[in-house]
């Protein structure tokens, strides 16, 4: 079981740091993600952080601006958000999986159950 916590309301050029924390699965053993959604958009990429080498990718959308980052002493994910601005309004869903790292939301096996987070302008 994947739980996000950390979302809520900012003001834009605020910052936010989602958490995602596992239960009965060992992070370790899974390349990590952030995806999110917007109301009436697709659910999209936006951070993933490799299980093997620990390497990170991010969509343009947020680069610079957002830092994924894994804890597996402490079984977490998070992802910093900075510079946050009302286009990063939308759901924010964990997502785990033990092979495939990247974009495509459904090669992914396992996903939280989302956490909201709303900037304001």
């Known amino acids: 079981q994947l739980v996000e916590s950390g979302g809520g309301l900012v003001q834009a050029g605020g910052s936010l740091r989602l958490s995602c924390a596992a239960s009965?699965?060992?992070?370790?053993?899974?390349?990590m993600g952030w995806f999110r959604q917007a109301p009436g958009k697709e659910r999209e990429f936006a951070a993933a952080?490799?299980?093997?080498?620990?390497?990170?990718y991010y969509a343009d959308a947020v680069k610079g601006r957002f830092t994924i980052s894994r804890d597996n002493a402490k079984n977490t994910v998070y992802l910093q958000m900075n510079s946050l601005t009302p286009e990063d309004t939308a759901v924010y869903y964990c997502?785990?999986?033990?092979?495939?790292?990247?974009?495509?939301?459904?090669?992914?096996?396992?996903w939280g159950q989302g956490t909201q987070v709303t900037v304001s302008s």
């Open positions: 997502a785990a999986d033990p092979d495939y790292i990247g974009s495509i939301s459904k090669r992914i096996n396992y």
């Open positions: 009965g699965r060992t992070i370790s053993r899974y390349n």
């Open positions: 952080i490799s299980r093997t080498d620990g390497n990170t």
